[in-house]
């Protein structure tokens, strides 16, 4: 099963950087799954910087929702499903500057998974994830998002 995890991180990432081309600016990486938390990493310079040095508040809120919908599509991935993934509502929190050089995100299903999810994929599911923005070892930054997953229309 890890090297089903390593394969779909490279996809979800190629799908990243091919479809929201600031992701690529960004330099977010996938870097780890293990069934129940995604992280991904991003460059914090050249691009992501302000004028304080520090991670861009919309480079964070970027990295946060990415990182949830990632989580979302690697569950749905591991349950053999498909489905239409999008942010209907975040909230987040800056709790600190980012200085890290490679700031974490680290994503987690704050309600119900979807291992409980059968086949076929119901017409709408709702999932909250959280994402904690790591910067030197402390929290920087919490989002909470709410995904919502549309049955495919094909």
């Known amino acids: 099963m890890q090297n089903d995890y390593q394969q779909w991180l490279q996809s979800l990432q190629t799908t990243w950087h091919d479809t929201i081309p600031m992701s690529r600016f960004m330099g977010l990486r996938t870097l ?65 500057p980012v200085t890290d050089a490679k700031p974490l995100a680290a994503a987690s299903v704050k309600a119900s998974g979807l291992s409980s999810i059968s086949t076929p994929l119901p017409s709408k599911l709702e999932l909250t994830i959280e994402v904690n923005l790591l910067s030197k070892d402390a929290s920087a930054a919490k989002f909470i998002g709410r995904y919502v997953v549309l049955k495919p229309k094909y």
């Open 32 to 96: 780890n799954f293990d069934g129940s938390c995604l992280t991904t990493e991003a460059e914090l310079a050249p691009n992501n910087l302000n004028l304080h040095q520090t991670m861009f508040a919309g480079s964070i809120y970027t990295q946060c929702t990415l990182t949830g919908w990632g989580l979302v599509w690697m569950q749905l991935k591991q349950q053999h499903l498909q489905g239409d993934i999008v942010l209907a509502h975040g909230d987040i929190r800056y709790l600190r």
